[in-house]
């Protein structure tokens, strides 16, 4: 008989437990990964506690193990659809009758980190709301559509990368003209929240417990006018992203002219560099859209840190910085943002 943490001794104080699940996960073992959670069902731990306190920081370790090039993204893809099987499974063994309002949950056009909306959703569910999950890269007129169908009580927004702001609120300004008020959440918006804020949103909270409370005890929220909405993304906004192709690309044939090894990457190089630009571009286009310098330097200081895991000095980044930087001098507050990067990676 065997004495591995799924198969008994199951605690989630228990940190071989944890190590166990990210095993599985990292496995591809879907059943396995079904074993732990449903065995922690069989013993009585609440399912929000396996979805806060295993499923969450597991998917945590796992960008944290991407990101130092421990794991390959096939590897954290299939890590992430065992942690969504493991969630399902959870859920489907743990049935709650609604008995309050209605609630859509939707990631914003372009945001595909559906898992952690889906964690709140089924939290949310186990307090008894309706939930009609939407999941994964919703655009603003679908949504809207959506609402005027079902008439709910919230909009859970999830935008976890900043580049999405500038959607997040033309969604949150569609929401709110239909009449629904809008919780916003997930990394997207800012350490504190802030940025969903000057997006108009009407709430914000920073994980899912606290939301459930929010919207537990205190909703639906004093609304002020729908249609009174911040003017965000000025010239300089709207010139990086009408010319977009053009900066990366003329970054791109910069880069050659200069970094004579360029000339051997293969197809794969050449990608991941005109992505890489390309992320350069979309962080400048949301800090300046949300006149928020701190949206680019968070950009560029966990870049910096993805990048060094893959033995890729800040150097490089900070030539990309400079490349698309030449091409935006007439631009004070682009290129303050840019200079601003560049001496991070200079310290
Ligand atoms: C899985 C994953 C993906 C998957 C997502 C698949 C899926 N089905 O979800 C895929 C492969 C698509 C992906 C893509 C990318 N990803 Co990714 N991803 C992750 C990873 C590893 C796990 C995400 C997750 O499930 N987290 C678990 C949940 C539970 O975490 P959580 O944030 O604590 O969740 C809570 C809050 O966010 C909040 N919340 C979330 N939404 C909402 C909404 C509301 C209304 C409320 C109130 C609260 C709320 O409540 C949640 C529950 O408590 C994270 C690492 C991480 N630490 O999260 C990176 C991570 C988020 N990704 C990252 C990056 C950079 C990317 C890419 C840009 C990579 C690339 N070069 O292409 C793309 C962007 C794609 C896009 N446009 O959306 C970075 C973001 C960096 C940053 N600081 O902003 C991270 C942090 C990885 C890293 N360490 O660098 N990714």
Same mark, same amino acid.
Do not use: K
């Given at each position: 008989?065997?004495?591995?943490? +799924?198969?008994?001794?199951?605690?989630?104080?228990?940190?071989?437990?944890?190590?166990?699940?990210?095993?599985?996960?990292?496995?591809?073992?879907?059943?396995?990964?079904?074993?732990?959670?449903?065995?922690?069902?069989? /013993?009585?731990?609440?399912? &929000?506690?396996?979805?806060?306190?295993?499923?969450?920081?597991?998917?945590?370790?796992?960008?944290?193990?991407?990101?130092?090039?421990?794991?390959?993204?096939?590897?954290?893809?299939?890590?992430?659809?065992?942690?969504?099987?493991?969630?399902?499974?959870? !859920?489907?063994?743990?049935?709650?009758?609604?008995?309050? +309002?209605?609630?859509?949950?939707?990631?914003?056009?372009?945001?595909?980190?559906?898992?952690?909306?889906?964690?709140?959703?089924?939290?949310?569910?186990?307090?008894?709301?309706?939930?009609?999950?939407?999941?994964?890269?919703?655009?603003?007129?679908?949504?809207?559509?959506?609402?005027?169908?079902?008439?709910? /009580?919230?909009?859970?927004?999830?935008?976890?990368?900043?580049?999405?702001?500038?959607?997040?609120?033309?969604?949150?300004?569609?929401?709110?003209?239909?009449?629904?008020?809008?919780?916003?959440?997930?990394?997207?918006?800012?350490?504190?929240?802030?940025?969903? &804020?000057?997006?108009?949103?009407?709430?914000?909270?920073?994980?899912?417990?606290?939301?459930?409370?929010?919207?537990?005890?205190?909703?639906?929220?004093?609304?002020?006018?729908?249609?009174?909405? !911040?003017?965000?993304?000025?010239?300089?906004?709207?010139?990086?992203? @009408?010319?977009?192709?053009?900066?990366?690309?003329?970054?791109?044939?910069?880069?050659?002219?200069?970094?004579?090894?360029?000339?051997?990457?293969?197809?794969?190089?050449?990608?991941?560099?005109?992505?890489?630009?390309?992320?350069?571009?979309?962080?400048?286009?949301?800090?300046?859209?949300?006149?928020?310098? &701190?949206?680019?330097?968070?950009?560029?200081?966990?870049?910096?840190?993805?990048?060094?895991?893959?033995?890729?000095?800040?150097?490089?980044?900070?030539?990309?910085?400079?490349?698309?930087?030449? &091409?935006? @001098?007439?631009?004070?507050?682009?290129?303050?943002?840019?200079?601003?990067?560049?001496?991070?990676?200079?310290?």
């Amino acid at each position: 008989m065997t004495t591995s943490p +799924g198969t008994s001794a199951r605690s989630l104080d228990d940190p071989a437990l944890h190590e166990h699940y990210l095993r599985m996960v990292g496995d591809g073992d879907e059943y396995g990964a079904v074993e732990v959670v449903t065995g922690l069902l069989d /013993d009585g731990v609440a399912p &929000q506690r396996i979805m806060l306190d295993l499923i969450a920081p597991a998917q945590g370790r796992v960008g944290d193990l991407w990101a130092a090039n421990e794991w390959s993204i096939a590897r954290e893809h299939a890590a992430t659809a065992i942690s969504e099987r493991a969630l399902a499974a959870v !859920a489907a063994r743990s049935p709650a009758r609604p008995s309050r +309002g209605r609630i859509t949950m939707a990631c914003v056009d372009g945001e595909w980190h559906a898992l952690p909306v889906r964690i709140l959703g089924e939290m949310l569910r186990l307090d008894g709301w309706r939930v009609d999950f939407l999941g994964a890269n919703v655009p603003g007129p679908h949504l809207v559509t959506h609402l005027h169908q079902t008439g709910p /009580d919230a909009v859970a927004l999830s935008c976890m990368i900043a580049t999405r702001l500038p959607r997040a609120h033309a969604a949150i300004t569609a929401c709110r003209s239909a009449g629904v008020p809008v919780i916003a959440g997930g990394r997207g918006f800012g350490p504190d929240g802030r940025w969903a &804020q000057r997006l108009g949103a009407d709430a914000w909270a920073a994980g899912a417990p606290e939301a459930v409370t929010r919207l537990a005890r205190n909703w639906p929220p004093v609304v002020g006018d729908p249609y009174e909405t !911040a003017f965000l993304g000025d010239e300089e906004y709207t010139y990086v992203v @009408r010319r977009r192709g053009d900066l990366v690309r003329t970054a791109l044939d910069r880069l050659a002219a200069t970094y004579p090894p360029m000339a051997a990457y293969d197809q794969r190089q050449h990608d991941a560099t005109v992505e890489d630009l390309g992320h350069i571009v979309d962080f400048l286009a949301a800090a300046l859209y949300v006149d928020d310098a &701190q949206v680019f330097t968070d950009f560029v200081e966990w870049t910096a840190v993805v990048l060094a895991a893959r033995q890729v000095p800040p150097a490089a980044l900070d030539v990309g910085l400079r490349l698309v930087g030449e &091409q935006l @001098r007439d631009f004070p507050a682009a290129t303050a943002m840019l200079g601003t990067g560049r001496s991070l990676l200079a310290r």
